[in-house]
């Protein structure tokens, strides 16, 4: 008899083991930011205007929308106008296009697009982190296809590619 009482009690037991198992669950979220929240509260997000000496104007509202969404999707940093605990500014400096291959009748077969931007982030909670830096990223398109019908979606591309590399450089400390 004691031997049904001891079973059914472990029984009993690995029974409440496995619900509280079940019932409580860790959660990380690996989205590369290391910011202490308790002394950052506050980013601002300057407007990066266009410096290049060939200008379409979409790029800048393109390019200033990535970079705002990729600061309030992957921390919990407030978006505020002026005094934040750390500030990124800076200006488009470059869009150029580059032929990158040749046909066999001696035309360009590809051309690349390359899209630089010069930022300065201050982190007024700890100036060891400030810089000043150049990031750029390339596209290619074929150059049987006009500029203006691929431009879009290559300055999207470019700007996605650039605004990840900034967070990186900015709150993530790999």
């Known amino acids: ?12 037991l690995s029974c409440l083991c496995t619900l509280m198992l079940i019932g409580c669950s860790i959660s990380y979220k690996f989205n590369g930011a290391s910011i202490d ?11 990066f205007p266009i410096r290049s000496t060939y200008v ?24 505020v106008r002026k005094n934040g605990d750390m500030v990124l500014s800076g200006e488009i400096i470059a869009f150029d296009q ?17 899209m630089t931007v010069n930022v300065r982030f201050v982190n007024n909670k700890n100036h ?3 810089f ?10 074929d150059a049987s296809q006009q500029l203006v019908a691929v431009q ?5 591309q470019m700007s996605k590619d650039i605004t990840d590399q900034i967070f990186n450089a900015a709150v993530a400390n790999w």
């Open 132 to 141: 000043e830096r150049q990031f750029s990223a390339v596209a290619d398109y």
């Open 56 to 79: 379409w104007t979409p790029m800048q509202s393109i390019f200033q929308n990535k970079l705002t969404d990729i600061f309030a999707q992957q921390t919990r940093l407030k978006q």
């Open 98 to 114: 580059y032929n990158k291959g040749i046909a066999s009748d001696g035309y360009s077969s590809q051309v690349q697009l390359k």
């Open 152 to 156: 879009e979606e290559l300055v999207t």
């Open 1 to 12: 008899m004691a031997s049904k009482n001891k079973t059914f009690a472990i029984y009993i």
């Open 128 to 130: 060891n982190d400030d």
């Open 37 to 47: 929240y308790t002394v950052v509260k506050t980013i601002q997000i300057d407007v």
